[in-house]
T-cell receptor, first 113, second 112 residues
Framework: GNSVTQMEGPVTLSEEAFLTINCTYT??????LFWYVQYPGEGLQLLLK?????DKGSNKGFEATYRKETTSFHLEKGSVQVSDSAVYFC????????????FGKGTMLLVSP | SQTIHQWPATLVQPVGSPLSLECTVE??????LYWYRQAAGRGLQLLFY??????ISSEVPQNLSASRPQDRQFILSSKKLLLSDSGFYLC???????????FGSGTRLTVV
């Protein structure tokens, strides 16, 4: 079956540091890949997505590239801010009509001033 | 624009009591609807999904049930809550394929 593996957190960084959160996946076929962000006490928001190999999703300074050869979709940001502190979830959709998403366990990011 | 409403935001219920959580979607027709649970340290677990009125698929057999009485309404229920039902419940909708989900703001359920 499908699965998503994320690096365990929390990831603790100082403001303006470089961020990488690793995500690898196992899936049949050609899944779409997503990063969601969850701020404290809130639901999940779509951060970015990529639908085919070598696509790069980007939003709010975050980027992730769909690497089929390494089955990875690592999240990066060049300079984090305190407001980026949240839990980040990597997810995949197998593209079936039911569109069920398989999520990783989430990685908490804590950014200090 | 499409919006999703989920309520209540927080709920404290005694063991053995019933549960009803409601989710409604506006601004779209015939969405796929989903209930997820987020337990502490365990990520997101898909509980139920629905592709149409009256059509419910269960991913994990447990103490919960779901119903879709109207196109844009999705209800999560239990007849008797267990302590293990505590968690953060999220409703979501999608139009399919690579669109991803739009999530509601969640319900924090504590069973005491």
């Amino acid at each position: 079956g499908n699965s998503v593996t994320q690096m365990e957190g929390p990831v603790t960084l100082s403001e303006e540091a470089f961020l990488t959160i690793n995500c690898t996946y196992t899936a049949t076929g050609y899944p779409s890949l997503f990063w969601y962000v969850q701020y404290p006490g809130e639901g999940l928001q779509l951060l970015l997505k990529a639908t085919k190999a070598d696509d790069k999703g980007s939003n709010k300074g975050f980027e992730a590239t769909y690497r089929k050869e390494t089955t990875s979709f690592h999240l990066e940001k060049g300079s984090v801010q305190v407001s980026d502190s949240a839990v980040y979830f990597c997810a995949l959709s197998d593209g079936s009509g039911y569109s069920t998403l398989t999520f990783g366990k989430g990685t908490m990011l804590l950014v200090s001033p | 624009s499409q919006t999703i409403h989920q309520w209540p935001a927080t709920l404290v219920q005694p063991v053995g009591s019933p549960l009803s959580l409601e989710c409604t979607v506006e601004g779209t027709s015939n969405p796929n609807l989903y209930w997820y649970r987020q337990a502490a340290g365990r990520g997101l677990q898909l509980l139920f999904y629905s592709v149409g009125i009256g059509q419910i698929s269960s991913e994990v057999p447990q103490n919960l049930s779901a119903s879709r009485p109207q196109d844009r309404q999705f209800i999560l229920s239990s007849k008797k809550l267990l302590l293990s039902d505590s968690g953060f419940y999220l409703c979501a909708w999608a139009t399919g394929g690579a669109a991803g989900y739009t999530f509601g703001s969640g319900t924090r359920l504590t069973v005491v």
